[in-house]
């Protein structure tokens, strides 16, 4: 029923939200990159919170409803898993596999992406 699913999420919080375009190409540029289940990480160490980026392009899919689903999808899933990895910015490419995932693929795919990023981050 529809009272026992969760919510979507509408945004991340703001402090999870990178604030500016060019925080966002200084990652892009100049973080490390992990290939996960999920797709492409890149990400760099942060002084601040912690903050990520999910970028579902048309090679996705074309539709825009798709891409906006699988958006909010992991962007719920990051809010609440509570994710430690504290003081990383990361940007994530999601893979075009994840167009024909349910959500709850989704969510297993980021758990495994973002347990991989603990461990490289915490190796670095």
Not at 1 to 25: K, Q
Not at 31 to 38: E, S, V, Y
Not at 104 to 109: F, K, S, T, V
């Amino acid at each position: 029923s529809l009272r026992d699913r969760p919510s979507p999420a509408m945004a991340l919080r703001s402090a999870l939200r990178f604030s500016d375009r060019r925080n966002i190409h200084a990652v892009i540029r100049a973080g490390a990159t992990l290939m996960t289940p999920l797709g492409r990480i890149r990400w760099r160490r942060s002084g601040k919170e912690t903050r990520v980026l999910f970028v579902v392009s048309t090679a996705v899919s074309k539709k825009s409803t798709l891409r906006h689903r699988i958006k909010r999808q992991l962007e719920s899933w990051f809010e609440r898993s509570g994710w430690p990895g504290r003081g990383l910015e990361a940007v994530v490419s999601v893979d075009r596999r994840l167009a024909a995932a349910t959500r709850e693929e989704r969510w297993r795919a980021a758990a495994a992406a973002f347990k991989l990023l603990a461990e490289v981050a915490h190796r670095s």
